[in-house]
């Protein structure tokens, strides 16, 4: 079955430190790949996502994600982070199942002054 | 309103009660979508609706029950529900099912079983 996994379920890490948030999906002929940020008492937002074309992609809020298909990875990243950008953040593949995604169990990023 | 909206956003219900969770989407998208998010676990699609007609239905216990009476509407009804049934409960919508583009997430209704 296809899965999603994002390594670290916790992330601190200090005001305009850089972050990288990680997730790796099983291998598929054909996969999107998106990322969704999960704000307190509030849904999913799309940050970004991946179909084709460029293996670097850049989202909102200054967040950037990089497709490695030999990795099959599309780990999340940002230069320099925010207090305000203390979230869960979710990994999600869609692997060519018509529209079902498959989300990673999430990453609860902390941005500490 | 814009976007996909959700009604009630929180609720308390008994084991006994019935209930039903609204969502509505202005996004003129042709498939809707209900989760279940619980602590510490990965979201679990629930149900599937394309063009007013359910597509998935991932074993879910027939206390929940689906409606879409049309494509911007999809209400989940709930009765004898159980406690380990308290949950964020969150609906998408998307484009067309078929076309795997991004979902648009509701802000969820956060249920709790008494």
């Known amino acids: 079955a296809q899965s999603v996994t994002q390594l670290d379920s916790q992330v601190p890490v200090f005001e305009e430190a850089p972050v990288e948030l990680r997730c790796n999906y099983s291998s598929s002929v054909s996969v999107y790949l998106f990322w969704y940020v999960q704000y307190p008492n509030q849904g999913l937002q799309l940050l970004l996502k991946?179909?084709?074309?460029?293996?670097l992609v850049k989202g909102i809020n200054g967040f950037e994600a990089e497709f490695n298909k030999s990795q099959t990875s599309f780990h999340l990243r940002k230069p320099s982070v925010h207090i305000s950008d203390t979230a869960e953040y979710f990994c999600a593949a869609n692997p060519n199942q018509g529209g079902k995604l498959i989300f990673g169990q999430g990453t609860e990023l902390s941005v500490k002054p | 309103e814009t976007g996909v909206t959700q009604t009630p956003r929180h609720l308390v219900m008994g084991m006994t009660n019935k209930k039903s969770l609204k969502c509505e989407q202005h996004l003129g998208h042709n498939a809707m979508y209900w989760y279940k998010q619980s602590a510490k676990k990965p979201l679990e699609l629930m149900f599937v609706y394309s063009l007013e007609e359910r597509v998935e239905n991932n074993s879910v216990p027939s206390r929940f029950s689906p409606e879409c009476p049309n494509s911007s509407h999809l209400f989940l009804h709930l009765h004898t529900l159980q406690p380990e049934d308290s949950a964020l409960y969150l609906c998408a919508s998307s484009q067309d099912y078929r076309s795997r583009g991004e979902q648009y997430f509701g802000p969820g209704t956060r249920l709790t079983v008494t």
């Open positions: 991946y179909l084709s074309g460029s293996t």
